[in-house]
């Protein structure tokens, strides 16, 4: 099976910092894979670098066999940031339309107003981005994200912010776009979600990859009653 993610060797450093030093993994259809690591592990930078947002030092970044500076690859990859950036003076309507027009989208508004249902943000759809809530704000950037169907979708502490109802809605949100054969890479702190939605673990330390394995095997190497918390807090010591 083809990988809709691959990495290889990727490197990026801020002077003499080694945020990220050279990791290698790979992403495959239908893939929930959790990227964890304590604070300054090199998470967000991984995830802003595969984005482009960020200028790798070294290495190789292909989506769904595309270089991730292809026109293609952009159409196929969705990046949910941990702190929600939309633009304040456009209405949660009219993000929707905006996605809509860059990704020359078809009939979307049916799928647009059920997302908008989904995570109660019906009654919002006519206010600027400037008076929501930094919870209605990240929502808003889920719907964003999921609206032009891509292949791969890249998640930074994507339940912060998000009250219960919210956290549900995009745990069966994720589910739902593994059942699709989508992927997702998820970074985020509450390992539980990991271990309920993942199918494998990335860690991080300082910048290298020093763990990656199912979710079974994490299971197994951390014993009958162990989590992946256990592992976790066993690898990153």
């Known amino acids: 099976m083809n990988s809709v993610l691959s990495?290889?060797?990727l490197k990026k450093y801020y002077g003499k910092i080694k945020a990220v030093d050279g990791i290698t993994f790979e992403l495959y259809p239908g893939e929930v894979v959790g990227l964890i690591g304590p604070n300054g592990a090199g998470k967000s930078t991984t995830l802003k670098t595969i984005m482009g947002l960020l200028r790798k030092t070294e290495g190789e970044i292909k989506v769904c066999g595309y270089d991730y500076k292809d026109k293609e690859a952009r159409k196929k990859l969705s990046y949910i940031p941990e702190i929600p950036d939309i633009y304040p003076m456009l209405t949660v309507w009219e993000?929707?339309?905006f996605i809509a027009l860059a990704y020359n989208l078809d009939n979307w508004e049916k799928e647009a107003l059920r997302y908008l249902e989904a995570y109660d943000l019906l009654d919002k759809k006519d206010e600027l981005g400037a008076n929501l809530s930094k919870g209605m704000r990240q929502k808003v950037?889920?719907?964003?994200?999921?609206?032009?169907?891509?292949?791969?979708?890249l998640f930074d502490e994507p339940f912060v912010g998000l009250d219960p109802k919210a956290i549900r809605e995009l745990k069966d949100t994720i589910r739902e776009l593994k059942k699709e054969g989508k992927s997702v890479l998820l970074s985020t702190h509450m390992l539980d979600s990991v271990q309920n939605l993942g199918d494998r673990v990335l860690i991080l330390k300082a910048g290298k990859l020093i763990y990656e394995g199912t979710l079974e095997e994490v299971m197994e190497k951390a014993g009958p009653n162990g989590t992946l918390e256990d592992l976790f807090l066993e690898v990153t010591k």
């Not at 950037?141 to 032009?148: A, K, R």
Request: proline share 5%.
């Open 7 to 9: 990495i290889k060797n």
């Open 95 to 97: 993000h929707m339309k």
């Open 141 to 153: 950037m889920v719907i964003c994200g999921l609206l032009y169907k891509p292949e791969v979708m």
